[in-house]
C-alpha cells in the first residue's frame, strides 16, 4: 500500500461543448460513485465549469480548470482569474506543456499562475516534462529539474501540501507512445522526488503526489500508477470516453 492516496484527472483540453459535457459528466458518474480510494479530478474547459460545479456537487468528483491569469482583475482581454475559477472548482491546471508551446507560458509565468491559485485556495497540478528533442538529447533531468525549481519558487511548506505535480514527457502526449513504466518513474522517483524534499523537507516531499501523463490507456495504467513514485494519472485524450476513463481510475485502485 502507498501512503499517497492516488488521484486520477482528467484534461479535456478544448473538448465538449455545454451539452457534450452534460452528456459525459451524466455517464461518468454513476460508474465512479463507489469510488473512494482515488481522488477523482476533471479539468473541463471555462465554460463548462458551472455546468460541472451543478453536477458534481453531490458527488466524488471534484472540478478544475485547465489554466488562469496570475491578476486577480483588470484589463486582460479574454483571461480567468483565480478568484473567478475559485467559485467554480477546486484545481487548476498550470504550464500544461500545449500551453508552453503554443501560448507562450514560461517558468516564471508558471510560478505566477501557481502563486495566484494558492492565494486564494485553488490546488494547482503543475505540469512539467521534456520535448522529444531535449529526451534524445539527454536532457530530460536538466529540464524537468529546472520546471519543478522554477515553478515552485518560492513557495511554503503549506504551499507544497496544496498542489500536485504532473510529469508529462511531451513526446508522450497524444501520440499513443507512451513512456515505460520504468521510464516514466525513474523521473518521478530520481529527478522530481528528490527536488521536492529538498525545497519543502523530507516528510512533505515525500508526501507530495507526482502523477503522470501521456498516452495513458485503461491498459497501461496499472503498470504505471503501480511504481512507487507514480502517484495517479493525468489524461487526455482517454478522460474523453466514459468506459476509457473509468478504465483508467480502475487501474489505480
Ligand atoms: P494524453 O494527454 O493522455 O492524450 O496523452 C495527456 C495530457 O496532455 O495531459
Not at 7 to 22: H, P, R
Not at 215 to 222: E, F, H, L
Request: charged share 25%.
Amino acid at each position: 500500500m502507498k501512503k499517497r492516496t492516488p488521484m486520477v484527472a482528467g484534461n479535456w483540453k478544448m473538448n465538449k461543448t455545454l451539452s457534450e459535457a452534460c452528456e459525459l459528466l451524466e455517464s461518468l458518474k454513476p460508474e465512479l460513485a463507489e469510488v473512494s480510494t482515488v481522488d477523482l479530478v476533471v479539468c473541463t474547459p471555462f465554460i463548462d465549469l458551472p455546468l460541472a460545479k451543478d453536477l458534481l456537487a453531490e458527488s466524488n468528483i471534484k472540478v478544475g480548470a485547465q489554466n488562469l491569469h496570475w491578476e486577480n482583475s483588470g484589463a486582460f482581454t479574454g483571461e480567468i482569474s483565480a478568484p473567478m475559477l475559485k467559485e467554480l472548482c477546486d484545481y487548476v491546471i498550470i504550464g500544461h506543456s500545449e500551453r508552453r508551446a503554443m501560448f507562450g507560458e514560461t517558468d516564471e509565468t508558471v510560478n505566477k499562475k501557481v502563486v495566484a491559485a494558492l492565494v486564494v485556495g485553488l490546488k494547482p497540478i503543475v505540469c512539467v516534462g521534456e520535448t522529444l528533442g531535449e529526451n534524445e538529447a539527454g536532457q530530460t533531468e536538466a529540464v524537468v529539474d529546472r520546471m519543478v525549481r522554477e515553478g515552485l519558487k518560492g513557495l511554503s511548506q503549506e504551499d507544497a501540501k496544496n498542489l500536485v505535480i504532473a510529469y508529462e514527457p511531451v513526446w508522450a502526449i497524444g501520440t499513443g507512445k507512451t513512456a515505460t513504466p520504468d521510464q516514466a518513474n525513474d523521473v518521478h522517483k530520481n529527478v522530481v522526488r528528490p527536488i521536492l524534499r529538498e525545497m519543502f523537507g523530507e516528510e512533505i516531499g515525500e508526501g507530495m503526489r507526482i502523477l503522470y501523463g501521456g498516452s495513458v490507456k485503461p491498459g497501461n495504467a496499472a503498470e504505471l500508477f503501480n511504481q512507487s513514485d507514480i502517484d495517479g494519472g493525468l489524461i487526455g485524450g482517454a478522460s474523453l470516453k466514459t468506459a476509457d476513463f473509468v478504465g483508467i481510475v480502475q487501474g489505480a485502485l
